[in-house]
């Protein structure tokens, strides 16, 4: 692409954030509003016009799905030789290098879990943890070290920040553990993860020829969703930088979901302070959502008259239903609603893989799981088994591999089916649910994988590129996507998307968590929501239990999030005086439906010689537009059509509606 073609890809304010070359520019992107598509378009640009050599930029997110979409991306658009990488990644590929020139010797193993350790140390001290407990001491251990805060000083920082020290101990407790902790580390001659950002960064901080060599290699920096920086990465990334300006930073303090694992969005909101003359940019074109999703998102964030510190979307989607609100008796008809509406979605055409359930604990899983199976509907259970990690996908990758050893001149998705046909692979899926349908589900992906990448290098992809390929997303854990409903946390489905998201549990006590007791969880609690609202393109259900068992006492209560929002949240009196004000809200094709409705309503009622509001009120139509039914029971469900008026009126709304 030439440098005028990827500008002409975006859109004024996209535009203004690719042509921001040098200096700190600060860019504040809502859900949905294309950041990725932004930033990878001014990486391009800047490769294009030659301000940029592509070696010379380091790219870093939080998550390696994030890093290999970039790279997709930058691939995508003929720009090769950019780091993009986790924090983590980018870290321990650096300390790997110069921890021979600067420590010396070989550098201790990773651990990739540290609860085993954790457990050793706290039994050490004194302390004898359950198994949660351990695990609330690791999460612990983690938040000081990347919030800076030393065992000395970890009594007193907890108490100035209100934070109760964990598993119901003593702070100094919990201090002997930590110290513990390091000395079992220590003596097993290994490092845990924060260790290689805090290693890094006191080596760049001894070694300063170390930090010249990355500064030269190093020219340009650009960090996704700042908002979730710690000081720990600040502290790094300052020793980066070097004094030096040309940092391009993108995030939405709307998003900030990991406080309680020290993320603070205090360095995106206060980057103007920091660098006065910054190039600011706000996207605010929401290219995921309908406007009704998009509503209630803004909704969310202005409860009470607070505005959000991040941004205000506008919805540049075609209008869509309305979010669906639900409450059952208890957690048992919960699920089996969910998975009752996911079955109608699937047999509208609506694909599995673009479902999903999202819920605030995982334990909440266990119910819609077993609903799903018992309507024949697969799912997935994100944060379970790694897709590169499963045995047919391993397999399927060393077949792969000694293909390609092979010449041929064939299409690359010929050749890859051909291959995976000795691993039980058909053109078909299996009839039959569970195990053999999880493993055609996976050989699938990789089917479509290789079809994507054919797509984008073009004809002359090779199996040789398609193997290089799945090797650079498995060592990213870049997982592609896997046929069948998605069920996930809200914190984990952060930075994705479906075409519909069901949100389970949405009650006191789930959200807010119970836990939440300050007005700053409680804030954290409101913009998780807020995240999982946003990952909805168009069909949105929202839902609670009022109990917890079947037969148990209903003492459960809606979120007080949604208690503006929800149907019947005000007096019928409210609702009608509010209906003409929402004409305001609906999108260009919600009013035209509107204004046919009332034009058939007034047929009707000269007809009839009655007044119009008779036949319909006004509410109602406004409902009808945003809902836009499409069989009578979905039409029983807006206010004011009893069983009556649907038995009278009920095919003739159907049929306009069907026109628009």
């Not at 399927?396 to 995976?420: C, F, I, M, S």
């Amino acid at each position: 692409m030439s440098a005028d073609q990827i500008l002409d890809a975006l859109d004024p304010e996209q535009r203004e954030v690719a042509t921001a070359l040098h200096g700190p520019v600060c860019v504040l992107a809502g859900a949905g509003t294309g950041k990725t598509r932004a930033i990878t378009h001014r990486i391009a640009y800047g490769v294009r016009v030659s301000a940029y050599a592509p070696q010379s930029v380091l790219a870093v997110t939080f998550t390696a799905r994030a890093a290999g979409e970039m790279r997709q991306r930058l691939r995508g658009l003929g720009v090769a030789g950019v780091q993009a990488r986790t924090f983590h990644a980018a870290a321990l590929r650096q300390l790997s290098y110069f921890w021979p020139e600067a420590v010396g010797g070989q550098m201790p193993r990773l651990l990739e879990h540290k609860a085993q350790l954790v457990g050793r140390a706290a039994h050490a001290v004194g302390v004898n943890p359950d198994r949660m407990a351990v695990r609330d001491l690791a999460s612990e251990i983690e938040w000081s070290k990347v919030s800076l805060v030393s065992p000395s000083d970890y009594a007193a920082e907890i108490a100035r920040l209100g934070r109760p020290a964990p598993a119901g101990l003593a702070p100094a407790q919990v201090v002997d553990v930590m110290r513990a902790y390091e000395d079992a580390k220590t003596d097993a001659v290994a490092l845990d993860f924060e260790d290689i950002l805090l290693l890094l960064v006191d080596i760049l901080t001894r070694f300063p020829e170390v930090g010249d060599q990355i500064r030269r290699q190093y020219r340009h920096f650009v960090v996704d969703e700042y908002q979730d920086v710690s000081p720990l990465q600040q502290e790094l990334l300052t020793r980066w930088l070097g004094g030096r300006r040309e940092l391009c930073v993108v995030g939405d303090p709307a998003q900030t979901i990991y406080s309680f694992a020290g993320a603070t969005p205090s360095h995106l909101l206060g980057f103007g302070r920091t660098y006065p003359d910054a190039t600011q940019v706000r996207l605010v074109r929401d290219y995921r959502s309908t406007p009704q999703v998009v509503r209630l998102a803004n909704e969310l964030m202005h409860v009470r008259g607070a505005a959000s510190t991040g941004v205000e979307l506008q919805a540049q989607r075609p209008s869509g239903p309305a979010p669906d609100y639900k409450a059952f008796e208890d957690d048992a008809a919960e699920a089996q609603g969910v998975a009752a509406g996911i079955a109608r979605l699937m047999a509208a055409g609506v694909p599995a893989s673009e479902i999903a359930v999202l819920y605030r604990m995982n334990s909440q899983s266990e119910a819609v799981e077993e609903a799903l199976a018992e309507h024949g509907i697969g799912y997935l259970v994100r944060g379970g088994q790694r897709f590169f990690d499963r045995d047919e996908v391993k397999r399927a990758v060393v077949l792969l591999r000694g293909a390609a050893v092979a010449a041929d001149d064939r299409p690359l998705g010929e050749r890859v089916r051909e291959t995976l046909m000795d691993l039980g692979w058909s053109e078909e899926p299996p009839a039959a649910r569970g195990a053999v349908r999880e493993r055609w589900d996976a050989l699938q992906a990789l089917v479509n994988l290789a079809d994507d990448l054919a797509t984008d290098v073009g004809a002359g992809a090779t199996l040789r590129e398609f193997v290089e390929h799945l090797a650079e997303r498995a060592q990213a854990q870049h997982a592609p996507a896997v046929e069948g409903v998605t069920l996930t946390s809200m914190h984990a489905a952060k930075g994705l998307e479906w075409d519909a998201v069901f949100i389970i549990g949405c009650s006191e006590g789930l959200l807010p968590i119970t836990h939440a007791e300050t007005p700053e969880a409680v804030e954290e609690e409101k913009r998780l929501l807020y995240v999982a609202i946003t990952r909805a393109r168009e069909h949105l259900t929202l839902s609670f239990a009022r109990s917890r068992k079947a037969g148990g006492r209903g003492t459960r209560k809606r979120t007080r999030f949604l208690e503006r929002q929800w149907p019947d949240a005000r007096p019928a009196r409210q609702q009608r005086r509010s209906a003409s004000s929402q004409l305001a809200d609906l999108g260009p094709e919600e009013l035209r439906l509107f204004e046919s409705l009332k034009k058939w309503r007034l047929a009707i009622a000269q007809e009839t010689s009655k007044p119009a509001f008779t036949v319909l009120v006004d509410s109602s139509l406004v409902e009808i537009a945003q809902r836009r039914p499409g069989t009578l029971g979905d039409l029983a469900q807006v206010g004011g059509v009893g069983a009556s008026k649907l038995d009278k009126y009920g095919l003739d709304i159907l049929e306009i509606v069907a026109a628009h």
